[in-house]
């Protein structure tokens, strides 16, 4: 007789986890659908700014950068660089901090700081600045530090991109 009510009880439980996972694997989809309707951006270089998409919405892959980046749902520029490209804010457990990237600030001899003492990296180009992305490379062919992702993009990409930093 224990072994009968055991073997209810088991099967109850299983039954609640199944509908559970169901119903919460329906509620995030409908969750996701919803923030991708909600989430529109005006542009492709905007959408690998914030979020890490790119043309045809792929997900751009990437080597390097923070390992936390691998877990986040959006993995854009914005979650180092923030929205407005000016960085400055410790990355998340390091004392790394993401420089400002907008263009004008790559476009200056002197574009950042670094917490500690002005960086002097050479003026970036349209060129330098690619090659940043996607080698990691600063314009004195320095290695930038092993927190900056090195985006796998197509020149397509790269172009939007570039011509989004512009605008911040």
């Not at 790119?54 to 980046?69: F, K």
Request: charge should be negative.
């Amino acid at each position: 007789m224990k072994n009968i009510w055991l073997f209810f009880a088991a099967v109850t439980l299983i039954i609640f986890a199944v509908v559970g996972i169901i119903l919460l694997s329906g509620m995030r989809q409908k969750d996701t659908q919803k923030a991708d309707e909600e989430t529109s951006y005006s542009s492709v270089g905007e959408s690998i700014y914030h979020a890490g998409i790119g043309n045809n919405s792929r997900d751009i892959p990437y080597t390097a950068g923070p390992p936390w980046m691998r877990t986040v749902q959006e993995r854009g520029c914005v979650n180092c660089h923030g929205a407005d490209g000016k960085g400055g804010s410790p990355l998340a457990t390091t004392s790394t901090v993401a420089p400002d990237i907008t263009y004008d600030s790559l476009m200056s001899e002197v574009h950042h700081h670094d917490g500690q003492a002005e960086v002097h990296e050479g003026r970036y180009t349209d060129e330098a600045i690619k090659r940043a992305i996607t080698e990691g490379i600063n314009p004195s062919g320095e290695e930038l530090d092993h927190m900056m992702p090195r985006w796998k993009m197509t020149d397509a990409e790269l172009n939007e991109l570039l011509a989004y930093l512009k605008e911040l």
